[in-house]
């Protein structure tokens, strides 16, 4: 059955995939932004142009709509979350909040994270902090991760599924640069400063991530899942990897972890692996790394050339 579905982001990256892969199943769909960016949907959406953070303008954007599911790609603080509860409490059949890998940063090492690893209901929120600073986006994007699934799980008002991405790599609209980075490096013939060639990190294709997304929407299960390809892969693996795709010699070198300015964007002192095992007993199968990685690497190298 054709659902009417909101997207609160969605021009850009993933998110942009989320909205192609939903208007190919024929649902009916609307975006959220601020209007900055340009999308190449034409007339096959509706938009509204409306600041996510102003609650006021959400309010009135959102007064009279009932959707069948809401995508929130923009859910970055406890005070996003509150304003969507205010909002969207008892107008959706399904919230699918777009979380991440990195929120187990919080949580005790594993070497494998399972989603109760994360002691939401435990996490601290703090409301007074300026989470809407732009200086403070960078610093404060884990925390604000955390604590937007804590307010929304505490809340209970929201038909909630948290999806935590693994960090997800693409072509040239990868605009985070990270998978860039290692790539311009071995070009560069650069050396690799690492902490700790054997901590091992999730990673997803971008398609991979908007075509979960689009399969967790039309589910009906609720809370956290991990979402992650097969194949985790360091940093040290992944530079190699990309070396041997672009026929050079990788060049690295160990430092120590706490080596300020010197490591690289997936270099971690522990493992940052999700354990997907909800995902899969849940019906989704995952694809493995190597089934992809070297398109990506490619991608990238072109667009250093």
Known sequence: MPKNILVIGGTRYFGKLLVQRLLRAGHSVTIATRGYAPDPFGKRIARI???????????????????DIVYDQMCYSPLDAA??????????????????????REAAPREAFRESDLPVLAQPIDTTYPWHDPA???????????QAEAYLVRDGSLP?????????????????GRLAHYVDLVRMKGTLRYA?????????????????????????????????????LSACE?????????????????????????????????????????????????GHTKEWLEDVIRHHDLAFI
């Open 196 to 232: 700790d060639a054997a901590a091992r990190v999730s990673f997803m294709e971008a398609q991979e991530a908007a075509d979960f997304l689009a399969w967790a929407g039309m589910q009906d299960f609720r809370g956290p899942v991990n979402a992650a390809s097969d194949g985790a």
């Open 238 to 286: 992944l530079h190699a990897r990309i070396a041997d795709v672009l026929d050079e010699t990788p060049r690295s070198l160990k430092v120590a972890a706490q080596a300020p300015g010197l490591l690289s964007p997936f270099d971690f002192a522990t493992p940052l692996v999700l354990d997907t095992a909800r995902a899969k007993a849940l019906g989704y199968r995952f």
């Open 136 to 146: 403070r986006a960078i610093e404060s994007y884990v925390a604000g991760k955390v």
């Open 83 to 104: 304003i969507s509860v205010r909002v969207f409490a008892g107008k959706v059949g399904r919230y699918v909040m777009t979380s991440t890998i990195d929120a187990y």
């Open 160 to 176: 909630l599924a948290t999806v935590r991405l693994a960090h997800v790599l693409g072509g040239p609209e990868d605009f985070t």
């Open 49 to 67: 142009r409306v600041d996510r953070r102003n609650e006021h303008a959400m309010r009135n954007a959102f007064r009279d709509a009932r959707f």
